[in-house]
């Protein structure tokens, strides 16, 4: 049983959540290991609503559905469906709501998603607002994190590139505050990370600093560094991110070989690091994607098992 039905913020998730979610991630892992047939949401169905484009979220929320033995209903895209004919959030979602059991949903605006969630009775899930969250992105993170470092406890964590815009960084620097966590925030002065979360950061007592450049002497003692693309399509002027795009960008060099510091990423990226990275055994952003798939699992069948 989780402390939530509606998942729309990473503050919603507490460590109980997370060990209930980790726990079962790692049986449904273990039985896609294996290609064990699962029928755990036979019969249930899952509305699939990106009005945003997405690749990762979208496909590993549907693969996690049909693992699961469910089934998935969508629209193309946002522009294919009625509110493209001006049909508010709030009637599509009375009307999915006697669709579906649970409706995942991504939208360009911040707090969308919580507002659509209003009114529906089924299980919600925020897979994108705008610059505002991804909790779900700081689900598949953490877990990672959890599996590959053992616990999320105590951490040295550092977030490089677009601290400002970036909805993955948002959610996952709420989880990570609830694990006296140490914080390097390394960005451009203009990419910086919002106020409130610094405030999340510190009332929970995690110390934090932050850099307007980068090099090795900075990233060197971390235990997990975070990459994230400049969020161009968030810019009110492409002058802005013509300056920014590049300020803190991850040279190969900065990681020495005594850094031992797992590297993840949401993906896409772009041209934020060198792609020479991926050779090093630290680079972790295509196991990341792995773990996707059975936390979304878990969580599905959470949700619609409340
Ligand atoms: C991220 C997103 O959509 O916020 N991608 C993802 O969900 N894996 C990150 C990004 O777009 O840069």
Redesign the pocket.
Known sequence: MLSFQKLLRADQINKGDLVKLFNRADIYKDKLSKSEKITDLDGKILASLFF??????RLSFETAMHRLGGKVITVEDGSSSSTKKGETLEDTGRVIDQYADIIVM?HPKPYSVEEFSKYVTNPVIN??DGDNE?P??SL?DSYTIYSEKGSLENLKVGFLG?LKY???VHSLVNILSKYNASFKFISSEYLALPDKLKTVAKNNSNSFQEYQTVNAEILEDLDVLYV??V?RERFDNQDDYIKNKDVCYLDKKYISAKNNSIILH????VDEMDKFIDELPNAKYFEQVGY?VPIRMSLLYSLVNL
């Open positions: 945003e484009p997405s690749t990762r979220t991504r897979a994108g991804h779900t992105q598949v677009d970036g909805r993955t994230t693309r969020q949401p993906l896409p990226r996707s």
